[in-house]
């Protein structure tokens, strides 16, 4: 397959996450930002011949782009779907939305659809709290199986949210934790009833806009809720600057974007989801790997944002990879061979 490589010489990219000094253009290359080029061409052209479906690599350090690949027809400035690693942004907008006062996590989910009839009366369904929808462990019974799966019977509905509420309940909220694109996608729906705007209108401006992320969409259910559960579109190079902001506990260059006790709150394991991989540690949407020193948004297909908070580190990957999962072996390759082309400790630590 044929490859566009770009090893930062003189890299029209960004700076300005918690080791830069403010945004702006960055121009650097990898050995300034104590990696290899030579080790990162290399890895990239081992990882391609491992596997199909890749379509771009980029890898962020000391808030600068030292490294993008991209598989044509991806390039630079194509969007792409960011598919479940959606997640990891809507729970930057609820930690926005709990600063300002607007949601707690303790607010009743039911609440805020003070019109919906419950179908069976389970009074578990009255307990679930947002952090329920926070953590996947509403109860609500989600199963996503070749034989049964309620997201593609809820991209069928007509009315997500109602579908989402008239599901039996499984558990006793926050009793179990199970992956659901229910419960993000209903969470986007609670957000938007209390800051009064779409996730995506919201993120525009309290989000994207600091960051300078301005070519991005998000798709919408069929009542104009931003889909929680997946659908933001961004540029790989954008991915990257939201690794970088969750790297820097919140903060973009002189600016605070979210609540440090926030961010390290969402990075706190707060269950264990069941993967292929094995079980894996998960915080507010985010996936956990401690003993790798490794966290990351993860997508459907390939979509990652991994961080590597002791080295500085964030790598953003689109791909095309229907068999890849959470603990999957060519994600820990990945991880390990840009890992290993860092030959020195971040410019700081001050602020890890």
Request: proline share 5%; with cysteine.
């Amino acid at each position: 397959m044929k490859r566009s490589l770009l090893v930062a010489a003189t890299l029209f990219a960004w700076s300005g996450a918690a080791l830069a000094a403010a945004p702006g253009d960055c121009k650097t290359t990898p050995e300034r930002q104590g990696m290899d080029s030579r080790a990162l061409a290399s890895a990239v052209r081992d990882l391609a011949a491992k596997k199909a479906g890749l379509h771009a690599l980029v890898a962020v350090r000391n808030g600068c782009v030292v490294f993008e690949s991209y598989w044509p027809p991806y390039d630079r400035e194509r969007k792409h779907y960011l598919n479940s690693a959606t997640k990891a942004v809507l729970s930057a907008l609820v930690g926005i939305a709990v600063h300002d006062g607007k949601l707690r996590l303790d607010d009743r989910v039911l609440s805020y659809f003070p019109d919906h009839a419950s179908t069976d009366g389970d009074p578990r369904r009255d307990r679930i709290t947002v952090e329920h929808l926070l953590t996947m462990s509403s109860g609500i019974r989600w199963p996503q199986t070749a034989a049964e799966n309620a997201s593609d019977e809820m991209g069928r509905s007509g009315d997500w949210v109602r579908f989402i509420l008239d599901r039996p309940m499984a558990a006793e909220p926050g009793s179990v934790t199970n992956y659901s694109n229910g419960d993000s996608h209903l969470l986007s729906a609670v957000l938007q009833k209390a800051v009064g705007a779409t996730a995506f209108d919201f993120a525009k401006a309290r989000l994207f806009a600091p960051l300078g992320i301005r070519d991005v969409a998000w798709d919408a259910d069929p009542q104009g809720h931003s889909i929680g559960s997946a659908a933001l579109q961004m540029r790989p190079v954008d991915m990257g600057k939201i690794g970088s902001l969750i790297l820097g506990y919140g903060e973009w260059g002189a600016h605070r974007v979210l609540d440090r006790a926030w961010v390290e709150k969402s990075l706190h394991p707060h269950g264990k989801m069941p993967t292929r991989g094995g079980a894996a540690d998960y915080g507010y949407y985010w996936w956990l790997y401690p003993e790798r020193g490794l966290f990351e948004a993860w997508g459907g297909a390939g979509q990652r944002i991994g961080v590597f908070r002791d080295l500085g580190l964030v790598v953003a990957v689109t791909a095309d990879m229907p068999d890849d999962f959470p603990r999957s072996p060519f994600a820990a390759h990945l991880y390990d061979a840009i890992r290993g082309a860092v030959k020195s400790s971040p410019i700081s630590t001050e602020k890890f």
